[in-house]
């Protein structure tokens, strides 16, 4: 195939790039808005988030982004194909919200207690989250050249459910709600996202469903304040969607250029003291396993789609990208985004990344993330992304089997559970009072309405191995294959007994792992999975015993499946 039959961008691109900017942009934000209330890095301590963390998240990005486009070009010529789409790739979500609370939020509080000042307990707060950054990043990287041997021996059903269970909790359901929330500002750029991939009709003289939806957002927002603005007495239901104005000012005279500064001295004096990287080990290794296996998860559903990329390096590429982003002062890793699917039915090729990677860029590089947000309401994007939740879930059951789809059932409980936690901690948290801690401690078999604590808090931990295991163990019990179902679940009280899954440690409203060699911090509540353990291992007992009772029989496993 020529390269002139897979250009550099189609028109489509657009439609993608929306949709996965407005997804970095979120993470952006969000890196914004957490190291600021929590890491004390306002004011004159700013300079760690514009001059080291943005640049160094601005790097990574664009490394990974221009990576994965040239992955899909060289897999269009290969193949002869013009349908390629290339891997999204963003911040990591997850690790920025544990980093944030569980690495650099702690190392912050630890200075301060020692008599520091606020600016050195902030500079504190950057340096642990580049430690736990670059120990990320290891385990990416060299995760990469063992990962194409767990998807071989995984039941697709088993890496599919785990991300259906994500893409409706914490993509399409969280997304719904911001709809609902601002509905004359979101519903309408829902209605173009939904007759765009719905009916596949076009617009008129062509234009990209996903410009139109964010364009017609943008403008009913901005109308709105206009109106409350020339009619003073204007409902609050009408004032509560306009924007504010004086936000672009602000944000104007913020703007400045900031390019990436290397920070590789100061990992250097990090590494060489043990002592304080073995303290976020038990954050850094789960945290890293999750990320390696959420990438191969996306790997595997990028090839349900059609699209067959090579295992071990796109997994390495997003672990050079997660220690580029250290080298450079970012302490949030990078992954492979979820949505491959989603962003193919929209059409997107390789464009829609080489645009996101360099508009991310630029925003990071001249401090303009505030900028784009004072103008650009977020609610007149989300419908994209509730679109890629959409087709993620529905890939899930159609990309399997069909007899597998109580498998990928089953796989979805952990993470809508998972979800489910934080609307409880985020209700918690809101509300004041009695936390999460106190309610527990007088009663460990609580039922908040359904929401069964203990059992919410146990679930959680580590939830994307224990999706992984409940599809994985439901497709070969379907299949018949009693023995390796067994195997299945004897990994899962491993992973219980060790504290990577179900164990967990909570004071107050805040919650963490607990594994097998920690100590809980003092006047927590501390759960060890033990008893979870013991149930995988009664499960796994009865899985081998019916399989030597099966083969007692002469009956083998199911050829047809």
Same mark, same amino acid.
Not at 145 to 150: N, P
Not at 282 to 299: H, R, Y
Not at 315 to 320: E, H, T
């Given at each position: 195939m020529s390269a002139a039959s897979y250009p550099v961008f189609v028109r489509r691109d657009l439609d993608g790039f929306f949709g996965l900017f407005i997804d970095?942009?979120?993470?952006?934000?969000? %890196?914004?808005?957490?190291?600021?209330?929590?890491?004390?890095? *306002?004011? &004159?301590?700013?300079?760690?988030? *514009?001059?080291? %963390?943005l640049p160094g998240a601005a790097v990574s990005i664009l490394l990974g982004n221009l990576f994965y486009a040239w992955q899909a070009h060289r897999l269009a010529r290969r193949e002869g194909r013009s349908d390629v789409t290339a891997l999204p790739y963003g911040i990591n979500t997850p690790s920025l919200l544990v980093y944030v609370f569980f690495v650099m939020g702690p190392a912050f509080d630890k200075v301060l207690a020692e008599g520091g000042t606020p600016a050195s307990a902030a500079r504190g707060a950057w340096l642990a989250g580049l430690l736990a950054c670059v120990g990320s990043g290891l385990i990416e990287f060299f995760g990469a050249?063992?990962?194409?041997?767990?998807r071989k021996r995984t039941p697709r059903a088993a890496l599919l459910s785990t991300l259906a269970g994500i893409a409706i909790g914490f993509i399409a359901m969280q997304f719904a709600l911001q709809i609902y929330q601002k509905p004359l500002i979101a519903m309408l750029p829902l209605a173009v996202i939904l007759i765009t991939y719905f009916s596949q009709a076009p617009f008129p003289l062509q234009l990209p469903g996903g410009l139109i939806a964010v364009s017609l957002g943008t403008g009913v927002a901005w109308l709105l304040t206009v109106v409350v603005q020339v009619w003073p007495e204007a409902p609050a239901w009408l004032a509560a969607s306009t924007m504010a104005p004086e936000r672009i000012h602000a944000a104007v005279n913020r703007l400045g250029w900031a390019p990436p500064q290397f920070a590789g001295a100061e990992l250097g004096r990090l590494l060489v003291d043990y002592h304080l990287w073995l303290n976020y080990?038990?954050? @850094?290794?789960?945290?890293?396993?999750? $990320?390696? %296996? #959420?990438?191969?998860? $996306? @790997?595997?559903?990028? &090839?349900?789609?059609g699209d067959r990329f090579d /295992?071990?390096?796109?997994?390495?590429?997003?672990?050079? #990208? *997660?220690?580029?982003?250290a080298?450079? #002062?970012?302490?949030?890793? *990078? /992954?492979i985004y979820i949505g491959h699917p989603g962003w193919k039915g929209l059409g997107a090729r390789a464009g829609y990344s080489t645009l996101n990677g360099a508009a991310i860029t630029l925003l990071c590089l001249t401090g303009a993330v505030d900028l784009v947000n004072s103008v650009i309401p977020v609610e007149a994007g989300v419908a994209i992304v509730l679109w890629i939740g959409i087709v993620i879930t529905a890939q899930a059951f159609s990309a399997t089997h069909s007899h597998h789809a109580p498998a990928v059932a089953v796989g979805l409980f952990p993470a809508i559970a998972a979800w489910g936690l934080t609307v409880v901690q985020g209700a918690f948290h809101m509300a004041g009072g009695r936390s999460m801690q106190d309610v527990l401690a007088a009663n460990a078999g609580v039922d908040l309405n359904g929401y069964l604590l203990h059992g919410l808090l146990a679930i959680e931990r580590g939830f994307i191995f224990t999706c992984m295991v409940l599809a994985a163990l439901s497709a070969f019990l379907i299949d018949r294959k009693f023995f390796t179902a067994g195997i299945w679940t004897l990994l899962a009280a491993g992973s219980a007994a060790a504290g990577l899954t179900h164990a967990y440690q909570l004071k107050? $409203?805040?919650f963490d792992f607990l594994f097998w060699h920690s100590e809980p911090v003092e006047g927590a509540i501390a759960h060890r999975a033990g008893t979870i353990a013991l149930g995988y291992l009664l499960m796994a007992l009865a899985f081998f015993a019916f399989g030597v009772y099966q083969r007692s029989r002469g009956e083998l496993p199911r050829s047809d499946h």
């Open positions: 970095n942009l979120v993470q952006l934000l969000l %890196i914004v808005l957490l190291c600021s209330s929590r890491c004390g890095m *306002t004011g &004159e301590n700013s300079y760690l988030l *514009t001059r080291h %963390i050249f063992v990962a194409e041997r767990v080990l038990s954050v @850094i290794v789960p945290m890293g396993l999750f $990320n390696v %296996i #959420g990438s191969l998860q $996306n @790997i595997e559903s990028a &090839e349900a789609a /295992t071990c390096a796109s997994l390495a590429v997003n672990g050079a #990208g *997660t220690l580029s982003a080298l450079f #002062g970012s302490c949030f890793p *990078t /992954t107050g $409203n805040v």
